[in-house]
């Protein structure tokens, strides 16, 4: 972190103007100072996609596979090169700062937001996420990490105070963070929850270990709206208040200042970062330079995302049907809602709107074209609540074009704005001065005849008529403040209708603009839903007429999304009574499972393969298509452990008990707090099969060192199958006689090979000294232990067939001992 500090223009500014600094202009912009040539800074959400300032359809994004996707492929360098991609969308979109990567933990399989989030691992999270951060940067945009720290799960999530112990949030829960500054992040975002007592806002922890003894010298920002105080935040190390203009900054901060409750020096150390922020993304001192990088063109754009939807994808169990013999199939059978229509990306704030996404079926019918007939039963509903009105369903009734009218009324109802758009979910109405009502119609012809469901998302007065029919009368109001809820994912009334087949109808609903409400507005529809047992024995009769099934599955916006946790790891629906019949009539069925994060798979020893292809992307279908037909091999190995029954699972608890969650299981999360139980997951951290099989051979330390030394590990492997793979070596360390509690064994290092049918390997996994090290509270620092430690090397942290040990020595020097330890200090 070398750049020049700009401390001479803030030196022109008065502590008013650096106040005003200090408070975003906007929802998504910084406020720009002319007096020292600073330009306002614009963000955007991350990390699927950079959207931009605007809640808009028509302002489409690259979307990514979901970021435990990401993890999941173990490739830095391909995640480095998505972090490019984001910078070449940011710049197109004039955007500085992208709010990513997630660098919270997968500590429990319920948390809402598990896709969001790269693993449960605190060192796998913190080399995948200073992949990305280097990938954004590397052309000038901004990487956030975020949300510091220990903001693991959803509920309760605006007021939770989260108790862990010193050493747990040293060594896992600020690891991914520390890895992030280490990396040259430039913006580290605080939390909404608290931590320990002190909300994240007005934290300790923002000044030491971040600041001072990490060095981190960018910006650390609120998340939209977590900054409630004016003291207490600006007295701690937090730098910049968003969303603006307003709040308790704005109102109170220059007062404190001049009044002397807040030193002139914490405002200039603010002020300082911002400028120098602003220095690295090119908003200070003149136009923004364009990047030294050729953009990526969309179809070199789309490849890249293909490419990282086939590395995430985990082939979990294989009885030998996959790769597909393209020769030998003649017909297949895709069967199931999500083939059509799948879950790409994760609900809530971090949303983005691509502009095409290929489905399953469609991958599939592209790329056996010509070559075998492919059918599709959708299954039974997933029982999922009506989804906004897209293209497909309804038009403009104005226009006649695919989609809805937006109007916006004054309160005599006359128009005074209206527009075409493409969905039915608006969540960001246009403003108009005077705009009173939010109008959304559409005209609506049924697919499918029955007993309709409606309804509007949104707060305030609501009415929805169907073709005049009034369904829906009242007031709605807000009974929560969580600006992902009110803002994204509202909820709203329902009502039921019946319509005829074939046969328009005009659908319009209104919504009220009041105070503290927000402004979306979201129309939606549903058919009836067809019997489940019929639409499973229609699933069942394709399966039976095809030389193969594919099923897929996997779960909806409601059951997994920012805003709630989870209360069930089972598919939503009668999805597993669909695996089921489908894989009792049809040997050869593949399942396919399309989540963010762990489901229950119980049919999984009744089915010839599954594969999890997590939140994929807008590549969906293409990358299932190359995978199952054997052009690409499944790169993917689990980022976190999947557990057979939620039960099992270590650690389940995410909802606070009178406003306190505490993470007693202390350093042992994830495989650790598995390995801890004794209990067998249905599939381990690491877990991944190619197309081909692996012998490991042999293990050998290289080097071997106390101190600030850590060792090397040759591992030789042997590619046993028929065809060329990719093979992630993973090394994990244990220390059964240890003075200090540690976990059974925990990952140390790992190393992707590759190799030919047959071919031997050698590969070097170095291991750092970090992980060595645990943190000790008595010494506020790192401490190495000396004495033996056992070295496994496998696929898994359950699969683990070659043992070897290190020998740690004595710190050099003689360094400070206590109880037997080689004290020795890292950084800290």
């Known amino acids: ?161 989260v108790r862990v112990d010193e050493r747990t949030l040293r060594e896992v829960c600020l690891a991914p963070f520390e890895a992030a500054v280490d990396a040259g992040v430039w913006a580290v975002m605080a939390g909404y929850n608290r931590v320990n007592g002190a909300t994240m806002t007005a934290s300790p922890l923002l000044a030491h270990p971040l600041k001072d003894t990490w060095g981190f010298d960018g910006v650390v920002v609120s998340d939209w709206g977590a900054l409630r105080s004016a003291l207490d935040t600006a007295n701690a190390a937090l730098d910049l208040a968003m969303p603006g203009p307003g709040g308790p900054w704005d109102a109170l901060l220059a007062d404190a200042v001049a009044t002397g409750r807040v030193p002139r020096a914490a405002i200039d150390d603010k002020v300082r970062r911002l400028l120098l922020l602003a220095q690295r993304v090119g908003a200070l001192g003149g136009p923004r330079a364009p990047s030294r990088s050729t953009p990526q063109d969309p179809s070199r754009a789309r490849r890249l995302l293909r490419r990282a939807a086939t590395a995430g994808t985990v082939l979990l169990h294989n009885d030998g049907v996959l790769p597909l013999r393209e020769a030998e199939v003649r017909s297949v059978a895709v069967i199931g809602a999500h083939a059509v229509d799948p879950r790409v990306q994760g609900g809530g704030s971090a949303g983005v709107f691509p502009e095409r996404v290929t489905a399953p079926l469609d991958g599939l019918r592209e790329r056996l074209r010509g070559r075998a007939r492919v059918v599709h039963a959708p299954g039974p509903d997933l029982g999922a609540p009506p989804a906004p009105l897209s293209p497909r369903d309804c038009a403009d009734p104005r226009s006649g074009a695919p989609g809805v009218l937006l109007r916006l009324l004054d309160a005599d109802g006359d128009e005074l704005h209206a527009e075409h758009r493409r969905s039915g979910r608006l969540l960001e109405p246009t403003q108009v001065p005077g705009a009173h009502t939010v109008e959304v119609s559409a005209l609506l012809t049924p697919r499918k005849g029955g007993r309709w469901v409606f309804g509007v998302g949104g707060f305030g007065r609501i009415s929805l008529t169907v073709d005049g029919h009034l369904l829906i009368d009242g007031t709605f109001p807000r009974r929560t403040g969580d600006p992902a809820v009110v803002h994204v994912t509202p909820p709203g009334p329902t009502a039921h209708h019946h319509l005829t087949e074939g046969v328009p109808v005009l659908v319009v609903a209104r919504r009220e603009l009041a105070p503290d409400t927000g402004r979306a507005t979201v129309l939606t529809a549903a058919p009836p839903a067809a019997d489940p047992a019929e639409a499973i024995a229609e699933a069942v009769a394709a399966a039976r007429g095809a030389d193969i099934a594919v099923v897929v599955v996997g779960t909806t916006e409601g059951s997994e999304s920012e805003g709630h946790d989870r209360i069930s790891l089972a598919l939503p629906g009668h999805q597993d009574d669909l695996v089921r019949a489908v894989a009792a009539a049809q040997p050869r069925t593949v399942v396919v499972v399309n989540s963010g994060g762990p489901v229950e798979l119980p049919w999984r020893s009744a089915v010839a393969a599954v594969l999890l292809t997590w939140l994929p992307g807008q590549e969906a279908g293409g990358a299932l298509a190359e995978v199952l037909c054997g052009h690409t091999e499944p790169g993917g190995r689990l980022p976190t452990t999947w557990p057979e029954h939620l039960g099992d699972a270590p650690v389940t608890t995410t909802r606070p008990v009178d406003g306190v969650l505490a993470y007693d299981e202390g350093i042992h999360v994830g495989h650790r707090a598995w390995l801890r139980t004794g209990r067998t997951p249905a599939y381990w951290f690491g877990h991944g099969l190619g197309y081909t099989t692996w012998r490991y051979e042999s293990a050998t330390v290289l080097q071997q060192a106390c101190g600030e030394g850590g060792f090397t590990v040759m591992v030789q492997v042997r590619n046993t199958g028929r065809r060329s793979g990719r093979e992630v070596v993973q090394v994990y360390l244990s220390r059964p006689d240890s003075a200090v509690e540690r976990p059974v064994r925990w990952l140390a290092g790992y190393a992707p090979v590759h190799a030919a049918p047959g071919e031997t390997v050698r590969v070097r996994v170095p291991v750092i000294p970090r992980s060595l090290s645990h943190w000790s509270v008595a010494e506020g620092g790192w401490l190495t232990e000396p004495g033996r430690f056992t070295v496994r090397v496998g696929r898994s942290a359950g699969d683990l067939p070659l043992t070897t040990y290190v020998q740690i020595g004595e710190a050099a020097g003689g360094g400070r001992r206590e109880s037997a330890l080689c004290a020795v200090r890292r950084r800290d």
């Open 1 to 161: 972190m070398a750049d020049e500090e700009p401390d001479r223009p803030a030196e022109k500014l008065t502590p008013r103007q650096k106040v005003r600094l200090l408070t975003g202009g906007t929802t998504w912009r910084t406020r720009a100072e002319p007096a020292v040539g600073l330009t306002e800074m614009v963000t955007s959400d991350g990390p699927a996609g950079v959207r931009g300032e605007t809640w808009d359809e028509r302002v489409t994004s690259a979307l990514l596979p979901s970021a435990s996707a990401l993890a999941a492929s173990w490739d830095e360098q391909l995640v480095r090169e998505l972090g490019e991609l984001l910078a070449d969308e940011a710049r197109r979109k004039g955007v500085h700062v992208v709010l990513a990567p997630n660098l919270n933990l997968h500590r429990s399989p319920l948390a809402g937001r598990h896709f969001e989030c790269f693993s449960e691992d605190p060192w796998l999270v913190g080399r995948i996420g200073a992949a990305l951060v280097r990938g954004l940067q590397a052309r000038g945009v901004a990487a956030t990490a975020k949300h510091l720290v220990a903001n693991d799960s959803e509920t309760g999530r605006m007021t939770v105070d």
